[in-house]
């Protein structure tokens, strides 16, 4: 019998509640490992990011893209992700740039 979505047929020899029991444990643990790898995923994705919130006006992203360039232009590239409502996302190239720009910043002066 082939197995079909990664499940392997009932063994013969054993009930099926044992077998059921053993193969929901593997998918446990296989579920388990695979979230594992998501979160280092995410993890080293994420790592040097900076999130802020913009009080008051709410510039577009072009005026948020050419501050964070103009302010931020001594620490490397700045990937700059709009989320909506004031709210973005600036992407780090080393954990030392982040480091540097963390922390409240004006944009009128």
Known sequence: MVPVGGLKPPDA???GVEQGEKEK???DVMGN????AVIMVGEERWRNTV?????GQNPNFREMEGFVRARWA???EVKVHNMGKGVYVFQM???LAKMEVHG???GDR
Request: charged share 30%.
């Open 74 to 76: 001594d620490f490397g």
């Open 104 to 106: 409240a910043f004006q």
């Open 93 to 95: 190239e080393s954990e």
């Open 25 to 27: 444990e593997r998918q």
């Open 51 to 55: 999130i802020g919130y913009v009080l």
């Open 33 to 36: 490992l695979w979230w594992e």
């Open 13 to 15: 020899n054993k009930s």
